[in-house]
């Protein structure tokens, strides 16, 4: 008996032999089942394998098969595409064509819109004077008969002064012989008429004065040989030089501004140079254009 523990087991010593084998072949068969087992499981898998690995192999078949057919399609829609492409170059270089030849139409469209507008005003313009023409036509012949009708009238009254004409010449004739006196003696009456107004006129006229009048001098002298004219109005500090044209173009402005109050005053001085007939001439001319005395 060990220490510790105390041995239950019935017929220890005799039972160890006669229990030995069985239990060994139990063992050995549950081995022998457990290996069946695995074999069993590990040939169903070899099965399963194999099953799977064909499928594998056809599935690599169909797909090289698919590969080798889509490589192709690839060449072809390659090929297609690069054909595609050459046909879409081609068709931007013809829609840039047919770009330039649309601007080129649309600017000739505009320039014939623009030449139909010409026309087109230009038309509305004959248009307006073809109806201005006729109307003025239409007044013209209207005209035309009323003086057709007038020419017939005086034609008439033509005829008849004639007739009157003719009626009288005879008359005319006698009176002639009468008139011809009588007109050499309305002569003489008139030019004594004439002489006595003058005459009358400067007795009952004023004498020419400058009080009350804007004075204007003009003074004429030789300097080598040429007419030389200087003008002084009343607020020139000294006498200006002027031309024929510029004296003129002065006294006609004082004569608009002043009128019938301009005095003018003609100036020679000793050394003139000037004939007694060159300073009368000078003087009777301008005075008589600009001075108040000669415009009443």
Known sequence: MSEGFVDLRLNNGSQDDESFWP?????MMVIVLIFLLAMLT???????LVTQLRSSLEAERTATMQARSTTDINTQLSQRLQHLEEEAAML????????????????????SQQANTDL???????????DTLMAEKSELEKNKAELAANLLQRDQELKERQQQYQLSQ???AELKSLSTTQLDQLKKIEAEYASLEVKYNKLIRPARSSLGK??????????????AIEIKAENDAAFIPVDGTGLHTRLDQLQKEYGKKLYVRIVFPDDSGLSYTEAWNLTESLLRMYDYYYQE
Request: glycine share 4%.
């Open 214 to 227: 804007y004075v204007v001098m003009v003074r004429y002298h030789k300097q080598d040989g040429q007419l």
């Open 92 to 111: 931007r270089m013809r829609l840039i064509d047919l770009g330039e030849e649309n601007t080129h139409t649309l600017a000739q469209l505009q320039a």
């Open 170 to 172: 005879d008359q005319i």
């Open 120 to 130: 087109k005003a230009a038309l509305a313009a004959l248009t307006l004077r073809h």
């Open 23 to 27: 239990s060994f072949t139990d063992i």
């Open 42 to 48: 590990l040939l169903l898998k070899n099965m399963d």
